[in-house]
C-alpha cells in the first residue's frame, strides 16, 4: 500500500512508469532510512506523538530491518513505503510530522556522508601507492613532443599530490553536506507540532539541521551535483593516469608493463594484449561527468519547492559513486602491479631533453636568457635539418 | 570460454570490472547478432570456409537460439561469446574473416534499425492523437506574459507538426546509418580471404557496406551520437509539452485537467493530486541528453582504431532508446485522456490579448504601424496604472 | 529608438544587460534582415499596405543598407531595430505584420542556410585533399596497440569518406530548417491582415513557409541545435584526425611531419616543435559541443511560445560556424602539406602486425579458426616471454 | 617578437588561427601578469640573475605597465610577450628560470583570486538584500500543486541561506587555488639555478607553491573547473530564484511586481511588460554550466603535461565570471526593487493548503497519523468532485 493511497487506483502503466527502477536503487537507503527513522522516533516520543512503548516497538522493529533488509517490490514505489508496511501498527503513527520529501532526502545524505567517506579512503591508498621511490629518468612530453627530464618517481608522485587537492575537494563537499534536512517535510516544515531538529540532526551525525525548509529542498540534486563535482575530480586524475599509462605501455614507448594478467586479448588477433582496464577507467571519467551534467540540467529552470523530476538525480549519484570506487580500486590494483622497465626509459633520454640546461648554463655564463635561447635554438634547428632532410623520401601533395 | 582465451588466466577483478554490465545488456542483441551470424556463415559457405553441411548446422542453431534465447554469463563477456560457445563445433569456423569490433557493430545497427522504426511508429500514432479539433480559445503567452489569442487546436498541432520534423529527422539518422560494418574486423579489413561484404549488407537489409574498414570503426559511437540527438528532439517536444501541461493543469490555470488516475499523491498532504508522470517526461529528456553527451565525449581525443572505451556507448543508445518508447507511450496515453475546460479557457481570454488586433484595425483605417502601436500602447498603460497603483499596497525595500 | 519604445525609460543597467552583445553578433544578420524585409515588403505591397512608391523606397533603401551596412549601437539593441529606424517614414509601416520574433529567426535561418552551404564546400574540398594515393604501409592500430596492417592511402580516406558522410548529415539539416517562419509573428500568427506566408517564403528562398506559428516557435534553437550536431559531426573527425595527426607526428613514430612554418616554439625550450595547430583544433570540438550542448538546455522546461532565454541561443550558433569553417580552412591546409615519412612507416610494419594473416593461412590449409587462432596465440606468446623476460629489470612494487 | 622566435616564419594563417582571441582575452591578465613579474624578478636578483639595478629597472618598468596597461597585438600572442617585449633590454633576462606555461598559470590564479573574492562581496549583498521581514503570506507549492502555506520572508530567506552556502563553497574553491605555480616552468621544473618557489609564493600572496611540477601543470583547467562549479551554483541559485519571480510576477499569480523601468515591450504587442532581466539570468545558468562542462571536456584524454588545448579553457572561466558578476548585479538591484503585491498573495491562501494542518489536529488528538490522513483525504476527495464535475464541460477524445 503506498504511503498516499486514498482508495482511487492509478493506472497501472502510469504507475510502472512514475516508479521507474527506484525500488530496485532504494536497496541503497534501506539502512539509513532506518537510521532516521529511528531518530525521528525518538524525537516524537519527546514530543509525546509515540509513547515508550511505540518508540520501543519501532526502534526494535527498524534495528531488525537495518540488518536483515526488506523486501522492496514495485507497488510499494520505494524503501520509504516499503518500511513503514512493515513496522505494523507503528508504522501508521511515524510518518507524523514528516514527509517522505526529507526522508528520502536524509537517507540519502547519510548513505552519501558514508560512501564519501570510504573514497577517502580509497583515495588515501592510492596516495601512498602512488609514492614509489624510482628515480629512473624518462621524458617530460608538452604538445606530445620531449620537452624536458624528468623521472618516475615525480611523474607518479604528482598524482599523489592530486590525490590530496582530491581529500581537500571532498572534505569540503562532506562539510557542505553534513546538515540535517529533516524536519522540512514537505519543503515548508512542520505545522502544529513542536519539532526538535537539533535533536534529531545530533542523533543522526549530522553537524546541524538546516534551517529553512525552502532552502532544506533547494539543496536537492544542487548538493548532490557538488558531491558529483567531487567525484569528477578524481575519475580526472584517473583518465589522465590511465591515459599515461596506455601510451607508455605502448611498444614504442614501453616505459611501463601491465602485467599480462591484467590485459585482454582479440577475438580475431591472436598477438593481442591489450589495455581495457586502463581504457575503461578512461572512459568512466566521461560517463561520471554526464551524470553531473544530467542533475545540473534536471534541476534547472524549476520553481522553488519539490518537483518529482528530483527522483532522475538518484540514480547519477550511485551510478558515479559505485564507478569512482571500481576504478579506485582497479588504479590502486594496477600500480601495485606496475612495472617499469629501465632500459626503455634511459634509451628516450635523447639530447633535445638537455636544451634548456644548455641555455640556462650559457645564462649562468653571463649571456641574457633570449640570447642564450637563440643560439641554442638555432644549433637544434640545424641538427634537424641534417637528420632530417636528406634521407627521409616525403610524399608532400 | 572467451574468444581470445589463450590458456592465460586474467585477474578476476580486472575481469569482473572490463565486463561490466555488458552480459546483461547483450540480451538486446541476442536475436540481432544471429540474424548477422547467419548473413556470414552463408557468405563464408559461398567462399568455401564453410561447407553446405556446416552452413546448414549453424543456421538450424542460430535460428533455434533467435527463438529461444540463450544465457549469457559474465564469463562469457558478451552475447558473441555465448553465441559462439553455444554453436559448438561449427562455431570454431564461424569466427573466421570477422572480428568481434564488426561483429558487435553490426548487432548493434540492426538493433538500432527495428528500435528507430518501432520509435517512428509511436512518434505517427503521438502526431495522430494530438491532432484534436477543439476550437476552444486559449492565451498565447511570449516571456510568460499573456500575448495574443490562440487555441487549442492550434496549440496541440504545434506538437503534431513538430513528430512530423522528428519523423524526417529520424528518417535520416534510418538512412545514414542503414551501411553494413560487417566486413571491417579489427578495423582494418580481411587480409587473405576474399570476403563478400556486398552479399551480407543484403543479406541483412542494409543499403550496402561501408567500403573502408577505418570508416566503419569512426563511426562506432559517431552513429549513435545522431540517433541520441534524433531522440533529444523527439523528448524536447515532450520536455515543453509536459511544461505546458503542468503549467495549464494548475488550478491558477485550469486550462487542462489530467484524469485523477494519472496522478499520484502525497505521504503528507492528503489534498494532493500530482502530476508526477509530466514532471518525470520533462526530466527525461535531460537524462536522454546526458547520455547524448556522454557518448559525444567518451569518443574523443583519441586516434582512428578501436579503444575498448567504445563499450560505454552501448548503455547509453540502449538506455535512451528505452526512455524515449516508454515516455512516447505515456504521452499518447495522456493526450488521449486530456480534459479541456473550456471555461475556464474562455475566462482568460482578458482584453490585452487583442491589443495587436485594435492595432492591426487603426493601420487598416491608414494609420502608420508605429504610429498605431504607439496609440494603443499609451491606453493600455494608463489602463494598467489605474488598476494597479492604489489598491495594493506594496512592500518595497 | 527601440521598436517597443512608449515613453517610459527602462533601466539603464538592465538595458545594458538585456542587450548583452547582440548588437554586435548582429552584423552578421543584416543582409539577411534586409532580404527578408525585401520579401516581407513586397508582400505588404500585394496585400495594400505598402503603396508602389513606398515599397520602391523601401527595396532601394534596404538594398543601400545590404551593400553599405548599417551601424548597429547598444540602444538599438539589434539590427532590426537599426534597420527599421534607418528606413526612415516608411519603416513606420514595414513592421505591419510581423514581429521581432518571426523577423530574429528568418534572418538567422536565412543565414544559417548560407553558412551551411559554405560548410558543405569546405568538406567537400577536405574530402578530396584526403584522397592521396599515397600506397605506404602503416601499422593499424586497436587499443593503441598494433593490429594490423594498413596504409596511408585507406586511413586518409576514410575521413573523406566520412565527410560524405557528414555531407549527408547537412543536407539533412539543410532542408530542415529550409522553412521559412516568417509570419508566425509573436508566435500565434497575424490577426486582421490576410498574409501570404507561401509568398514570402517563396521569395526569400525557403521551401515552404512553417504552417503553424506555435511550431514555428518551438522550432527557435530547435533546429538551431539540429544545425550544431551536425557541427559537432564534422569537429568530431576534426578532432580524431588530429589526434592521429598529433601521434604519428611525435618522434616515437614519425610517420608523417608537418611542416616546420605550422609549428610553433616554447618560451623556454629552443628545441620545440610543436603541432599547435592540431592540438586547437582537437579542443575546439569540445568547444563547439559545449554550445550544442547549452543550445539544448537553454530552450528546456520552458513552456511553448516566446522567452527571452532563446536570446542566448544566438551567439553559440554563429561562434560555431565561424569556428567549423575556420578548423576546416587549417585541416584543409595541413593536410596539403603534410609530409608522409616512408622509411618510418615500413620500419614499424613488425610481425606481429601479420599474426591474423598466418591465423587465416592455417585456416585456408584447412584448420578450424579456434585452433589455429590458438596456435598463432600460443607462438607470439613464446616469442614475446622471450624477449622480454630477462634484459629488461622491471620495478614493480 | 615572440618568445621562441628563432627566425623562421611561421605561416600567417596558421598564426591567425593559433592565437585566436588570446590577445583580446589577456588584457585581464596585465596586471597580474605585472604581479608576478615582479616577484619573479625579486628572485632572479635573489638568486644571483639580476643585478640590483636591473631589478630596479624592471620594478620601476612593471609598475608603469600596471598603472598604464599596454597594448597587445595579435602579433604578440599574448599579454606575457608584450609585456617582456615593452621591458626592454632587461626583458630578455627575466624570462630565466620560467616558461610561459607557468607564466600563464600564475597570471590566470591571481586573476581568479581577486574576481572570486569580488562575487564573493556581491554574494554577500545579495544574502543581505534577501534578508526581507515581511511576513506576508504565500502558498508554498510542490510538483507545482498548492502544497502547504508558507510566507514571503521564508521564501526568499532560502535563497538568503543559499548565498552562505555558496560562499562556502567559493572559499573552499579559494583555498584550493591559493597555491603558486610558479617554478614549474614548462612543467618538470627548474634545471640549473635553484630557484626559491616559496619566496615568489609569499610576494605574491598564495599560501604556498605547488609542489611538483607536473602537478602544478595538472591542475590547469582542473582547478579551472572548480571554479567553474562555484559559479554554476551561484547561478542556479539565481536560475531558481529567477524562475520563482517569472511566475509569481505573471498576472495570474500576481504575487510579485517588477518595476515597469525593468521591464522591456514587445515590438508588435503594445500591452506587453515582459521580465526579460529574469529570462536572460534564466538562460545564463546554462551559459556556465556549458562552459564548465566545456573545461571539463577539453582537459579530459590527455596525457599529463602541457597542451595547447589549455588555452580554450581561458575564455570559459572569464565569460563565466563576467557572467556570475553581471547577473548577481541585476538581482541585487531587482530583489532592492520587488514590489510585493499583499491582496494577491492573500487571495491565493486557499482552504487545501491547510489540509496538513487538518490532519496533524486529528493525529494531536490521538489518532494515528495514517488513518487521519486518508480521512482528511476523503474529505478533499468529495469536496473536488463535487465542484469540478458538474459545470465544466470536458473535451477529452
Not at 507540532?193 to 545530533?202: G, L, Y
Not at 536537492?220 to 601510451?247: C, P, V
Not at 649562468?364 to 637544434?380: N, T
Amino acid at each position: 500500500m503506498k504511503l498516499w493511497d486514498k482508495g482511487c487506483n492509478v493506472n497501472k502503466e502510469i504507475e510502472k512508469f512514475t516508479v521507474g527502477n527506484d525500488y530496485l536503487l532504494d536497496q541503497n537507503l534501506v539502512k539509513y532510512d532506518c537510521a532516521a527513522s529511528i531518530a525521528h522516533a525518538k524525537m516524537l516520543n519527546k514530543i509525546g506523538v509515540l509513547t515508550k512503548d511505540e518508540l520501543d516497538e519501532a526502534v526494535k522493529k527498524l534495528n531488525e530491518i537495518m540488518e536483515k533488509g526488506v523486501e522492496i517490490n514495485p507497488e510499494d514505489e520505494d524503501c520509504h513505503t516499503a518500511i513503514e508496511n512493515a513496522l505494523g501498527e507503528v508504522g501508521k503513527k511515524i510518518h507524523t510530522a514528516r514527509s517522505r520529501n526529507d526522508q528520502v532526502m536524509v537517507a540519502l545524505r547519510l548513505y552519501e556522508k558514508s560512501e564519501l567517506t570510504e573514497i577517502m579512503e580509497l583515495l588515501k591508498e592510492l596516495a601512498k601507492v602512488l609514492k614509489k621511490d624510482v628515480k629512473v629518468p624518462i621524458p617530460g612530453y608538452t604538445h606530445m613532443q620531449k620537452a624536458m627530464p624528468t623521472d618516475v618517481k615525480t611523474w607518479l608522485k604528482c598524482y599523489s599530490d592530486s590525490a590530496e587537492d582530491n581529500l581537500e575537494i571532498l572534505e569540503s563537499v562532506l562539510k557542505l553536506i553534513n546538515k540535517s534536512p529533516l524536519g522540512s517535510a514537505a519543503g515548508f516544515g512542520v505545522p502544529v507540532f513542536d519539532i526538535d531538529k537539533e535533536m534529531t540532526a545530533k542523533e543522526m551525525g549530522f553537524e546541524k539541521p538546516i534551517e529553512n525548509p525552502i532552502h532544506a529542498q533547494l539543496t536537492r540534486g544542487k548538493y548532490e551535483s557538488n558531491i558529483l563535482n567531487a567525484l569528477t575530480q578524481i575519475m580526472f586524475d584517473l583518465n589522465k593516469l590511465s591515459s599515461d599509462l596506455i601510451l607508455y605501455n605502448m611498444p614504442e614507448f614501453g616505459f611501463v608493463s601491465l602485467p599480462k594478467e591484467f590485459c585482454t586479448g582479440s577475438s580475431i588477433m591472436p598477438q593481442k594484449k591489450n589495455p581495457d582496464v586502463l581504457e575503461l577507467i578512461r572512459a568512466k571519467y566521461h560517463v561520471v561527468l554526464a551524470e553531473e551534467f544530467k542533475i545540473k540540467n534536471i534541476i534547472s529552470n524549476l520553481i522553488s519547492g519539490y518537483h518529482r523530476d528530483f527522483q532522475e538525480t538518484k540514480e547519477p549519484v550511485m551510478k558515479s559513486i559505485e564507478i569512482t570506487k571500481a576504478c579506485l580500486k582497479m588504479m590502486i590494483l594496477i600500480i601495485k602491479n606496475l612495472k617499469i622497465n629501465e632500459k626503455n626509459c634511459k634509451k628516450a633520454m635523447t639530447k633535445e631533453l638537455y636544451a634548456t640546461e644548455e641555455v640556462y648554463k650559457l645564462v649562468k655564463g653571463g649571456m641574457p636568457f633570449r640570447d642564450a635561447y637563440k643560439k641554442v635554438g638555432l644549433k637544434f634547428k640545424k641538427l634537424k635539418t641534417e637528420s632530417s632532410d636528406s634521407p627521409s623520401p616525403f610524399l608532400g601533395s
